[in-house]
């Protein structure tokens, strides 16, 4: 077990590489993390089976996916907008969740379990796109990457192979031809990239960005960007919004720029590229460029409009190395090696719609990057970074060299992982490492019927073990309304969500709240700005007190004179 002191101190025990993660993807409403010992944990939405844990009902912790054999072993996950996918140590690709546009990789409904996706077990990539080696010919084929958004899945094979399927761009055959897209059912080639290696890919809603050898092999800064697609925005990137069927060299990132690519990101109508200046360098900085629907900030470009080209974001810390890059649908969020996390876009870089929108001065899109920090002022970096994943209205981290994951934006369905439904404005810990399989089957049944815990011959420490779960479950319902009641009352008075950092250090120490003197502190550290904002609270609360007492004045008044008028004679 691991030791922690009340201060939040580092672990001083060995750490178990199984609850270590190794990678984190999220989708549109839920987020899947891969665990260091091969397995893949889901929460969030469930519907349309998107969590791969056999039903359609939300989960607000981590809960492990459910697959055939406990024998897999995994290397990767993917999660497009409501499906997912995941990659074995064998090459095998398997999909589960929403299936309209055959995005799984086979015709038919949403599946709520991990399906094999057998479209890649008659195909060979080099005879597919017409190599007649014969020593080339005989390689077999083995998926080393896979990506997924919007409604579409991608995968890369060990020969830098670019595979689609799902809802792709059609590949036109003329140019009087419409752009269109079309549900492909199983995986094909995109064989615009015969003689060179597709390293890494990213794609939003109906747009493809990829960074691809200059060569046949990935050698050092070789790296071009290419983009397909929808381009209504311009999130391609090529200077106009023409939407093009086949992919096409970004001019900003082709072989003969100053920037060397290497990583990319996609929203839903914009993309981020991270770069390098090619060697000869003497430091490791990253550049960080935008492009697409600016309309909420998404671009961090200091304004709300569209971008054609790619743009570099102002107000990211000079001299830094990021470590990864994500996107929602509307905002994006950047990490640096030395744990700084930014993020820009819908509703100060959170990306909650504005129905879900805080009050005060703080509320609105942010045009320009705003850091995150992993806990208030004295703590603002994330330790040991690994990687962001953005959903459409959520962000998750995981930093502590893999051991921690915080979450923060929109919580309903879970979304968080933290066990509540509640938004949270500020990072909150994921919980994490989850309870064990056996452990979380034992807790659903038992604690239903007490007499199946004496069916299954749990003992007698297991017994008060799922009691005491079933408990926190009840208790963390009422926090979660607790929570939603004092941030309403916090933003009435104050203009700004609630947060933890706000309760008086006193009443923390104490237990004891002194609501008169902690008034009148609260007055004395006020700014003009603040003292302004109370006093008009003031103002409307007594006006609305006054308001409702004179209507229920007249209304006694008049039912006085209606009984008065009621008992005389006539």
């Known amino acids: 077990m691991e030791k922690r002191d009340m201060e939040g101190q580092e672990e001083t025990a060995v750490r178990n590489p199984a609850h270590k993660i190794i990678s984190l993807t999220a989708g549109e409403a839920h987020t899947l993390a891969l665990s260091g010992d091969g397995k893949v944990y889901s929460w969030g939405r469930g519907t349309f089976g998107r969590l791969g844990n056999g039903s359609e009902n939300d ?56 399906r094999h996706l057998d479209g890649f077990v008659e195909l060979s990539s080099l005879r597919s796109l017409g190599v ?42 003329s140019p009087d031809e419409t752009f269109s897209f079309a549900s492909i059912s199983s995986p094909v080639p995109v064989y615009d990239f015969y003689g060179h290696a597709v390293v890494k890919v990213a794609c939003g809603n109906e747009h493809i960005v990829a960074l691809v050898s200059a060569g046949e092999t990935h050698k050092g800064d070789d790296l071009v960007c290419y983009a397909w697609g929808n381009n209504n925005h311009g999130q391609l990137g090529l200077g106009d919004n023409e939407s093009r069927s086949q992919p096409q060299v970004i001019s900003k990132f082709s072989e003969e720029s100053p920037w060397a690519p290497y990583d990319v990101a996609c929203g839903a109508y914009h993309t981020v590229v991270l770069t390098l200046k ?12 935008t492009f697409g629907q600016g309309d909420n ?15 570099r974001v102002e107000g990211l810390p000079e001299h830094a ?27 100060r870089g959170l990306g909650l719609c504005p129905d879900v929108s805080f009050a005060g001065i703080d509320h609105g899109d942010a045009i320009l990057p705003i850091q995150i920090p992993c806990d208030g002022p004295g703590r603002p970096k994330f330790p040991g970074p690994i990687e962001v994943a953005c959903g459409a209205a959520h962000t998750v981290i995981v930093a502590d060299d893999g051991y921690k994951l915080w979450s923060w934006g929109r919580g309903r369905s879970g979304v968080l992982g933290d066990g509540k439904s509640s938004d949270s404005y500020f990072p909150t810990m994921v919980l994490w490492p989850p309870l064990s399989e056996d452990f979380s089957d034992g807790l659903e049944s038992s604690v ?22 079933e408990e926190m479950k009840l208790l ?80 006694e008044i008049v039912r006085e004179c209606v009984q008065s008028s009621s008992s005389m004679p006539y």
């Open 59 to 114: 989960e607000t912790m981590p809960v492990p996916v459910k697959l055939q054999s406990d024998a897999f072993h995994f290397l990767a996950v993917a999660a497009g907008a409501y499906h997912s996918l995941a990659l074995a140590d064998d090459g095998s690709v398997w999909c589960w969740g929403y299936n309209t546009y055959s995005q799984l990789g086979f015709d038919g409904g949403n599946v709520s379990l991990p």
């Open 132 to 173: 007649d080696s014969e020593e080339k010919g005989k390689t077999p084929l083995k998926v080393s990457a896979i990506k997924a958004g919007g409604m579409m899945s991608l995968a890369i094979d060990n020969l830098g192979t670019l595979w689609m399927w799902g809802n792709c761009p059609h590949p036109t055959s």
């Open 278 to 289: 090619k060697r000869p360098r003497d430091t490791l900085e990253s550049i960080c460029w």
């Open 297 to 311: 900030g998404q671009l961090g470009q200091g304004t709300t409009q569209n971008s054609f080209c790619p743009e």
């Open 321 to 347: 190395y990021f470590v990864s890059v994500d996107c929602g649908l509307f905002h994006t969020c950047i990490v640096s090696s030395s744990g700084e996390v930014w993020s820009w876009g819908m509703e």
């Open 448 to 469: 239903e019927d007490p007499k199946k815990v004496e069916e299954m011959g749990v003992g007698e420490t297991e017994k008060k073990l799922l009691f005491a779960m």
């Open 476 to 555: 963390q319902s009422k926090l979660s309304s607790m929570e939603r009641y004092a941030s309403i009352l916090h933003g009435s008075l104050f203009g700004k969500p609630f947060d933890e950092r706000d309760v008086p250090s006193f009443l923390l120490d104490s237990g004891t709240f002194d609501i008169a003197k902690e008034w009148d502190n609260m007055l004395e550290l006020a700014d003009l700005k603040e003292l302004r904002r109370l006093e008009m609270f003031y103002r409307n609360m007594l006006g609305g007190v006054k308001d409702k007492l004179m209507k229920r004045k007249i209304k």
